[in-house]
């Protein structure tokens, strides 16, 4: 293993170590919850059009948040070794994202762009997006879910580089507080060959940019 691999599975451990403490909580308590928020925002939880509501953002939430039960390094395991030789980047982009940040749980959506150089080895498409999608379904920062796509496709594909952008607009910053609608945040992270080697961070940024 790389010195470079071994410092982003360091990366990538770390990060999942704030994310895995997970209190026992039951539906019913979660929904006790929502019915609190909704008296306290002014409403009355008791009338008909919000009897059901408490369990339906209960579920709702198990959407938005199903990323915490889930394995991204898991899931990158199944790859294919018969490429044929292909070595050149992998792109895929505009994979749509919706997470929610962790200062406010306010929806931030975007989309994210991901490459990746093979070595030796190749993943099915869709686990790109999965692994996209894995870490978009927990609290984030924009900046951190960046950093866990790529180190992530780094150590599990032990790639020769990755590259990962992530546009989006933070509900936070466009619906409230500084109320700036047009914003977008553009995040960037990579690693190996996209790193080190301009000719192929170039390449990549002209082929997201189309
Ligand atoms: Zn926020």
Same mark, same amino acid.
């Given at each position: 293993m790389s010195y470079k691999t071994s410092i982003n599975m360091k990366?990538?451990?770390?990060?999942?170590?704030?994310? *895995?403490?997970k209190a026992e909580v039951t539906d019913k308590q979660a929904e006790e919850a929502f019915r609190t928020i909704l008296?306290?925002? $002014?409403?009355?939880?008791?009338?008909? $059009?919000?009897?059901?509501?408490?369990?339906?953002?209960?579920?709702a939430f198990k959407e938005y948040f199903r990323g915490y039960s889930q394995d991204a390094s898991k899931d990158l395991l199944k790859t294919f070794g018969d490429v044929e030789g292909?070595?050149?980047?992998?792109?895929?982009?505009?994979? *749509?994202?919706? *997470?929610?940040?962790?200062?406010?749980?306010?929806?931030?959506? $975007?989309?994210?762009?991901?490459a990746y150089i093979p070595n030796k080895k190749v993943v099915g498409l869709s686990k790109l997006a999965r692994t996209v999608d894995i870490f978009s379904?927990?609290?984030q920062t924009q900046e951190r879910l960046t950093m866990q796509i790529a180190s992530t496709l780094m150590s599990s594909l032990d790639a020769k580089g990755v590259a990962v952008t992530i546009e989006a607009a933070h509900q936070c910053m466009t619906m409230r507080g500084i109320k700036k609608e047009k914003a977008m945040t553009v995040t960037?992270?990579?690693? $190996? *060959?996209?790193?080190?080697?301009?000719?192929?961070?170039?390449?990549?940024?002209?082929y997201i940019a189309r």
């Open positions: 990366l990538v451990k770390d990060l999942d170590k704030t994310q *895995s403490k008296t306290w925002i $002014g409403e009355n939880p008791d009338r008909e $059009g919000l009897a059901e509501t408490p369990r339906r953002v209960v579920k292909y070595d050149d980047m992998v792109v895929e982009k505009n994979i *749509s994202l919706e *997470s929610h940040c962790e200062h406010h749980m306010a929806p931030i959506i $975007g989309v994210a762009h991901v379904k927990r609290l960037n992270y990579f690693l $190996g *060959s996209f790193k080190e080697d301009l000719s192929f961070q170039n390449r990549y940024l002209r």
